[in-house]
């Protein structure tokens, strides 16, 4: 079992670091080819450290600055070089860490990931590629908030990394790569789309053609191919209406007696579905296309959800070592 390190950055979740590190330290308990890197003020997460106790996998990169969520973020990046996200960006850049994990800006984190860790050769723009739960399985949908205006030659690179992606780290063999789009007809779109079809068709990609929205939920592809603006508009759609239907649902079994027994009977399968949605259990979303895996996880993560962003780096460094992604 090869060793790793990977850094994780205490201090751009809404919870503070006291989730960052717990769930590095249950990350540690599960995955004990992994040492982490905490990244935050030492003194602060000394404190932290012992609410758990010691752990011979986990240590401190102090970094006595923060960005904030409202700051632009190349400016950031250039002016605040204490700060978690550019320390944790640097210890992967070193060498001292093979992947980071950060709840903070999506726009400081893309940038400085981008800046200093630099892209994939022949990678004009890295996506977010973001993990949803369809009847199948899972699809990755890329871009999901990384780049709002893309030319076809970016499309097509996204599907290309998507696929990889889904090759080599979720273990399918021949991904189905599906361009989002109004209609399945190839002359259906936007300038973007009608030119990026061609060239997803012609790439030797498992290439299925465009896809429309309703499809994706239905586990049509395993790959969702679309620029940032719309894939964050069906990730933010997909979050709110996934915890919409389950109050509604929730409401309606508690409506009467007899509803209840049966939301009693079927409390298991319901918390299974529940599960499902759950982006906790995901943990995070990986910017491909870089020279090493920066994966953001969500604002709001608690430490199962950083746990689990963590095992993410794990198994891409582990299908890297195995596949030479």
Same mark, same amino acid.
């Given at each position: 079992?090869?060793?790793?390190?990977?850094?994780v950055? +205490?201090?751009?979740?809404?919870?503070?670091p006291?989730?960052?590190? %717990?769930?590095?330290?249950?990350?540690?308990q599960? =995955?004990p080819?992994?040492?982490?890197?905490?990244?935050?003020?030492?003194?602060?997460?000394?404190? #932290?450290?012992?609410?758990?106790?010691d752990?011979?996998?986990i240590?401190?990169l102090?970094a006595? %600055?923060?960005?904030?969520?409202?700051?632009?973020?190349?400016?950031?990046?250039?002016?605040?070089?204490?700060?978690?996200i550019v320390?944790?960006?640097?210890?992967v850049k070193? *060498?001292?860490?093979? $992947? =980071?994990?950060s709840?903070?800006?999506? *726009?400081?984190l893309?940038?400085?990931?981008?800046?200093?860790? $630099?892209?994939?050769?022949?990678?004009?723009?890295?996506a977010?590629?973001?993990?949803?739960? +369809?009847?199948?399985?899972?699809?990755?949908?890329?871009d999901?908030?990384?780049?709002?205006?893309?030319?076809?030659?970016?499309?097509?690179?996204?599907? @290309?990394?998507?696929?990889?992606?889904?090759?080599?780290?979720?273990?399918?063999?021949?991904?189905?790569?599906? &361009?989002?789009?109004?209609?399945?007809e190839? #002359?259906?779109?936007?300038?973007?789309?009608? #030119?990026?079809?061609?060239?997803?068709a012609?790439? *030797?990609?498992? =290439?299925?053609?465009?896809i429309e929205g309703r %499809?994706?939920?239905?586990?049509?592809? !395993?790959v969702?191919?679309? !620029?940032?603006?719309t894939?964050?508009?069906? &990730?933010?759609?997909? %979050?709110?209406?996934?915890? +919409?239907?389950?109050?509604?649902i929730?409401?309606?079994?508690?409506?009467? =007696?007899?509803?209840?027994?049966?939301?009693? &009977?079927?409390? $298991?399968?319901?918390?299974?579905?529940?599960?499902?949605? !759950?982006?906790?259990?995901v943990?995070g979303?990986?910017f491909?296309?870089?020279?090493? &895996?920066?994966?953001k996880?969500?604002?709001?993560? !608690?430490?199962?959800?950083?746990?689990?962003?963590?095992r @993410?780096?794990v198994?891409?460094?582990? *299908?890297?070592?195995?596949? $030479?992604?």
């Open positions: 079992m090869k060793k790793m390190t990977l850094a950055d +205490t201090m751009g979740g809404d919870l503070g006291s989730a960052a590190v %717990e769930g590095a330290f249950r990350a540690a599960e =995955f080819q992994a040492n982490l890197l905490l990244v935050g003020p030492e003194e602060i997460l000394a404190q #932290e450290m012992r609410k758990h106790g752990n011979a996998h240590s401190i102090h006595p %600055e923060v960005i904030d969520p409202g700051e632009a973020p190349t400016t950031a990046i250039r002016e605040k070089k204490a700060s978690s320390m944790g960006l640097r210890a070193n *060498g001292e860490a093979q $992947g =980071f994990v709840a903070g800006s999506t *726009g400081a893309l940038t400085g990931a981008t800046l200093i860790i $630099g892209r994939q050769p022949g990678i004009e723009r890295p977010l590629g973001t993990l949803l739960p +369809t009847a199948k399985g899972f699809v990755l949908l890329i999901s908030g990384a780049n709002m205006d893309c030319k076809p030659a970016y499309l097509l690179q996204f599907g @290309q990394l998507g696929a990889e992606y889904m090759q080599k780290v979720m273990g399918i063999a021949s991904p189905r790569v599906g &361009l989002v789009n109004v209609g399945a190839a #002359e259906k779109g936007n300038a973007a789309t009608k #030119e990026a079809y061609p060239l997803l012609d790439s *030797g990609l498992n =290439f299925a053609g465009n %499809e994706i939920p239905a586990g049509a592809v !395993d969702a191919v679309c !620029d940032g603006f894939g964050n508009v069906i &990730l933010k759609f997909t %979050e709110g209406f996934a915890k +919409t239907m389950m109050g509604m929730k409401t309606e079994l508690m409506a009467t =007696f007899i509803s209840k027994m049966g939301a009693l &009977l079927a409390k $298991g399968a319901f918390g299974k579905l529940k599960t499902r949605f !759950d982006y906790r259990e943990g979303a990986p491909l296309g870089l020279k090493s &895996l920066v994966v996880a969500h604002g709001s993560s !608690d430490a199962l959800a950083f746990k689990n962003a963590i @993410q780096c198994i891409y460094n582990e *299908g890297r070592n195995t596949h $030479g992604i």
